[in-house]
């Protein structure tokens, strides 16, 4: 059984910095793609991320590009993103998730979902 759990949200100050971890575990997912989307309310879901487990190349969309950063640890079978220089509108239940696909911005393709981490920026 495939499970993703999301971790290390919390509230913080417009411009300071979170780091949110998601372990994997229940499959192999060396040919897969993390990918990181937030929700906020009243809001569609937003591609934010994602990496490739193998080889660890990313895409970001230009509203984090520079700001935010994957990484993952194999060993850990964990993806981490590294948010700098948060901004209040950026408040949002933030989820990763897991395809077979490749560096996709697209929800439909990620079959696997954690239960979402709160990140909530204060002005």
């Known amino acids: 059984q495939v499970q993703l759990v999301e971790s290390g949200g919390g509230l913080v100050q417009a411009g300071e910095s979170l780091r949110l971890s998601c372990a994997a575990s229940g499959r192999t997912f060396g040919n897969y793609a993390m990918g990181w989307f937030r929700q906020a309310p009243g809001k569609e879901r937003e591609f934010v991320a994602a990496v490739m487990w193998s080889g660890g190349h990313t895409y970001y969309p230009d509203s984090v590009k520079g700001r935010y950063t994957d990484s993952r640890d194999n060993a850990k079978n964990t993806v981490y993103q590294q948010m700098n220089s948060l901004k209040p509108e950026e408040t949002a239940v933030y989820y990763c998730?897991?395809?077979?696909?490749?560096?996709?911005?697209?929800?439909?393709?990620?079959?696997?979902w954690g239960q979402g981490t709160q990140v909530t920026v204060s002005s």
């Open positions: 998730a897991a395809t077979g696909s490749g560096l996709t911005r697209v929800a439909a393709a990620y079959g696997y």
